[in-house]
Structures are given as structure tokens and as C-alpha cells.
């Protein structure tokens, strides 16, 4: 493993695939720039958000 924390791994990994996919759906650079934070946001908030749930469990 890379990173000691299952948590940074999935940060880095939001990161690259929001990249990717902005890069993949837009050719303006601000609107890349604007999905690629949208897509990171909502994907490091799902991280958070299941893991309280499966620490609840």
C-alpha cells in the first residue's frame, strides 16, 4: 500500500477520477476546473458520509 490511511488512498483516488472525468466531459478549462471540484466534493463527502455509516454499523 501507498499511503498508511484508507482514507488519504480514497482522497488521492477522488482526485484522479474527478480529473479524468472533467477532462473526459469538457473542453473550457473553467468549466473542467468547475466539475472537477464539484466531482471531488461530492465523492470525498460520500467517503466521509459511508464511512460514519459503517462506523455506526
Do not use: C, E, P, Q
Request: aromatic content about 20%; overall charge positive; proline content about 0%.
Amino acid at each position: 500500500m501507498i499511503f498508511k490511511s484508507h482514507f488519504l488512498s480514497m482522497i488521492v483516488f477522488s482526485l484522479i477520477v474527478s480529473v479524468l472525468m472533467a477532462f473526459i466531459r469538457y473542453d473550457d478549462k473553467k468549466a473542467i476546473l468547475r466539475y472537477a471540484l464539484k466531482l471531488f466534493l461530492y465523492m470525498t463527502g460520500g467517503v466521509i458520509l459511508f464511512s460514519w455509516v459503517m462506523y455506526l454499523m
